[in-house]
C-alpha cells in the first residue's frame, strides 16, 4: 500500500471508530431573518442540517462548500456521516450577483444560526467547529478570526470551538482581488484577509492542505504564514498539516477525515 493511501485507510479506521448511530437529515432551512427582503438572500441563506437521533450533546460542523466564492451548492460530505456529529452544511451568496462582504455576512449568519438553534436539535452548542474545502475554508477562516462578523450577529467568534478550514485562502481571496480588477497573482493582505486577523485568543485553528506540488499556487505556503503569524501573536492552539500526494481538489476527502479525528480528541 503506498504512503498516500495508508494515510487515507488509517484515518478512515480511526475516524469510523467514533460512533455508530442513527441520523436524520432535515433539508432547506433558512437562516435569514424574518426582516431581510432581498430576493436572492432568501433564496440562497439556506442550509441542511444532519443530525444524530439517539444520542445528545453531540459537536457540530458547520461546513462551507468550496467553488471560489462563485459557485457551488451546500451538501453533506460523505466523510462526515455516521461518524457522531451533527453537520450544517451551508448555501451562501455568490459573486458576481453580491461582492464583498455579502457572502461573509452569510456565513457568519450561518455559524450564529447553529448557536442559536443546535441545542433544539439536541447538540452541544459549547462544541461547535467551523469548517469547509477551499472557499469554504475561507469563510470559516473570516468568520473565526475576524470577530466583527459574529459580533454583528451577537455571537463571540470565541465561542467557536475550533476552525478547520481545508486548503482554505489565508491571504485576500482571489475572487474578492477579481471583483476590484485587481492582479490574480500578486497576493493581497487587507480587511478581506484571514491573515490579517492573527490574534492569541482566536479558536483552536487546525490548517489543512495538500501537497505543495500539487496544491493551488503557494496554497500550502499560505496557511504555512497564517501558522506562523499565529504562533508569533502567541496563539497555543495552532496546527498545520501537509498531505503529500494529494492536489487541491483531492485533499477534501483526507482532509475531512482528519478533521474528524482531531475533533475526536477534542471531545475526550
Same mark, same amino acid.
Given at each position: 500500500?503506498?504512503?498516500?493511501?495508508?494515510?487515507?485507510?488509517?484515518?478512515?479506521?480511526?475516524?469510523?471508530?467514533?460512533?455508530?448511530?442513527?441520523?436524520?437529515?432535515?433539508?432547506?432551512?433558512?437562516?435569514?431573518?424574518?426582516?431581510?427582503?432581498?430576493?436572492?438572500?432568501?433564496?440562497?441563506?439556506?442550509?441542511?442540517?444532519?443530525?444524530?437521533?439517539?444520542?445528545?450533546?453531540?459537536?457540530?460542523?458547520?461546513?462551507?462548500? +468550496? #467553488?471560489? $466564492?462563485?459557485?457551488?451548492?451546500?451538501?453533506?460530505?460523505?466523510? =462526515?456521516?455516521?461518524? /457522531? *456529529?451533527?453537520?450544517?452544511?451551508?448555501?451562501?451568496?455568490?459573486?458576481?450577483?453580491?461582492?464583498?462582504?455579502?457572502?461573509?455576512?452569510?456565513?457568519?449568519?450561518?455559524?450564529?444560526?447553529?448557536?442559536?438553534?443546535?441545542?433544539?436539535?439536541?447538540?452541544?452548542?459549547?462544541?461547535?467547529?467551523?469548517?469547509?474545502?477551499?472557499? +469554504? #475554508?475561507? $469563510?470559516?477562516?473570516?468568520?473565526?478570526?475576524?470577530?466583527?462578523? =459574529?459580533?454583528?450577529? /451577537? *455571537?463571540?467568534?470565541?465561542?467557536?470551538?475550533?476552525?478547520?478550514?481545508?486548503?482554505?485562502?489565508?491571504?485576500?481571496?482571489?475572487?474578492?482581488?477579481?471583483?476590484?480588477?485587481?492582479?490574480?497573482?500578486?497576493?493581497?493582505?487587507?480587511?478581506?484577509?484571514?491573515?490579517?486577523?492573527?490574534?492569541?485568543?482566536?479558536?483552536?485553528?487546525?490548517?489543512?492542505?495538500?501537497?505543495?506540488?500539487?496544491?493551488?499556487?503557494?496554497?500550502?505556503?499560505?496557511?504555512?504564514?497564517?501558522?506562523?503569524?499565529?504562533?508569533?501573536?502567541?496563539?497555543?492552539?495552532?496546527?498545520?498539516?501537509?498531505?503529500?500526494?494529494?492536489?487541491?481538489?483531492?485533499?477534501?476527502?483526507?482532509?475531512?477525515?482528519?478533521?474528524?479525528?482531531?475533533?475526536?480528541?477534542?471531545?475526550?
Amino acid at each position: 500500500m503506498s504512503p498516500k493511501f495508508l494515510v487515507v485507510f488509517l484515518l478512515f479506521i480511526s475516524s469510523n471508530r467514533i460512533f455508530a448511530q442513527k441520523y436524520r437529515t432535515i433539508e432547506n432551512i433558512s437562516y435569514c431573518k424574518i426582516t431581510d427582503t432581498d430576493g436572492y438572500k432568501k433564496e440562497r441563506c439556506k442550509l441542511d442540517l444532519y443530525v444524530p437521533t439517539d444520542r445528545k450533546n453531540f459537536p457540530t460542523i458547520v461546513w462551507f462548500h +468550496g #467553488g471560489g $466564492l462563485e459557485e457551488g451548492n451546500k451538501f453533506i460530505p460523505l466523510e =462526515l456521516k455516521e461518524k /457522531g *456529529v451533527a453537520v450544517v452544511a451551508v448555501n451562501y451568496r455568490l459573486s458576481p450577483k453580491v461582492k464583498a462582504p455579502d457572502y461573509i455576512d452569510d456565513a457568519a449568519e450561518a455559524v450564529a444560526w447553529a448557536f442559536s438553534h443546535i441545542a433544539s436539535y439536541g447538540g452541544d452548542p459549547t462544541k461547535i467547529y467551523v469548517s469547509g474545502h477551499s472557499a +469554504g #475554508g475561507y $469563510l470559516a477562516l473570516m468568520v473565526g478570526l475576524d470577530s466583527s462578523y =459574529l459580533q454583528k450577529q /451577537g *455571537v463571540s467568534a470565541n465561542k467557536i470551538k475550533g476552525l478547520i478550514p481545508i486548503s482554505g485562502q489565508t491571504n485576500t481571496h482571489y475572487t474578492i482581488k477579481k471583483e476590484r480588477g485587481q492582479s490574480m497573482a500578486i497576493p493581497q493582505m487587507d480587511q478581506y484577509a484571514p491573515i490579517s486577523f492573527a490574534r492569541k485568543d482566536a479558536p483552536a485553528t487546525v490548517l489543512i492542505t495538500g501537497d505543495p506540488q500539487l496544491e493551488l499556487p503557494a496554497r500550502y505556503e499560505e496557511n504555512a504564514h497564517l501558522a506562523a503569524i499565529l504562533k508569533q501573536v502567541g496563539h497555543t492552539k495552532t496546527s498545520l498539516y501537509q498531505l503529500q500526494g494529494f492536489d487541491h481538489g483531492g485533499v477534501y476527502a483526507p482532509g475531512c477525515l482528519l478533521m474528524l479525528k482531531w475533533i475526536k480528541e477534542q471531545e475526550k
